[in-house]
């Protein structure tokens, strides 16, 4: 099968596991190659005192108790990574019994990604920062609907070193300018290219995103770029399971003091 056909289908599918929100399971070997982080990314031209990695820090499967629910939940906090999983075995059913959105997480490792953030109207509480499919980036979801998912949560080892402040700032931003159907990246989804992932100010922040994508660029506008991305986003589609095991470095990003009450920044 040729790379592009890979591709092509690869992104049906994380469209679909974005859309559904549900879980993945280990993934196709045959596709494994797509989802590797660049091999000479930035990380490769850091000090190694910059140098950042991801760390599981946490899981959760549906089926375990409250308690568990509880203690798994109360160690997340702003910034982590939380990667929607599903079995082998429960997604088959899944898929037999008419769920075709359930055929991602049998290919791909992850088929959703969201990013904890605070939430940008101002409550403090932490919400679940991601993009679906005619809804583009939102923070509809809190971390109380976790408990309906199979998860695995993932740290930065130099998780203060992020600008929580440009973080939200990215959220409110990408929020204001996306809308339901020009707010997902679909020529993304296709891993043709995608929206410009290397955002320095507010004029320069898309419109367009898909679940995993929209986490690579609230990092790097946090000050965080990560090896993730290959040939500069162009045919290569950006999947969940690329981000959380990349590598990258902390970079320097301008001291902005934004408006967030602009409705068209």
Not at 100 to 109: P, S
Not at 241 to 264: A, K
């Amino acid at each position: 099968m040729r790379p592009i056909t890979l591709i092509v289908l690869a992104s049906y599918l994380l469209l679909a596991a974005c859309a559904s929100q549900t879980k993945p399971s280990g993934g196709w070997y045959l596709l494994k190659w797509i989802e590797q982080p660049g091999k000479r990314g930035p990380s490769t031209h850091a000090d190694a005192a910059d140098q950042i990695q991801f760390e599981k820090v946490g899981a959760y499967t549906e089926t375990e108790d409250a308690a568990s629910l509880a203690q798994q939940t109360s160690i997340i906090q702003e910034g982590d990574l939380v990667a929607y999983r599903k079995s082998l075995g429960h997604a088959t059913v899944q898929v037999l019994t008419g769920n075709i959105n359930d055929i991602a997480y049998q290919v791909l490792r992850y088929g959703h990604l969201a990013i904890v953030v605070r939430d940008p109207d101002g409550s403090g509480a932490l919400r679940l920062f991601s993009s679906q499919s005619f809804e583009g980036p939102n923070t509809k979801e809190g971390l109380g609907t976790l408990k309906e998912h199979d998860w695995d949560v993932y740290r930065l080892n130099q998780w203060p070193r992020m600008n929580t402040q440009r973080l939200s700032e990215f959220v409110k931003l990408s929020r204001e300018k996306a809308g339901k159907w020009n707010g997902y990246d679909f020529s993304g989804m296709f891993g043709l290219w995608n929206a410009n992932l290397t955002p320095r100010k507010p004029d320069e922040i898309g419109q367009e995103y898909i679940c995993s994508s929209v986490v690579v660029t609230a990092l790097y506008y946090a000050g965080i770029e990560l090896d993730a991305i290959q040939r500069g986003g162009v045919l290569d589609l950006v999947s969940p399971q690329q981000v959380v095991s990349s590598r990258g470095r902390v970079v320097d990003l301008p001291d902005l003091t934004l408006s967030l009450e602009c409705d068209n920044c």
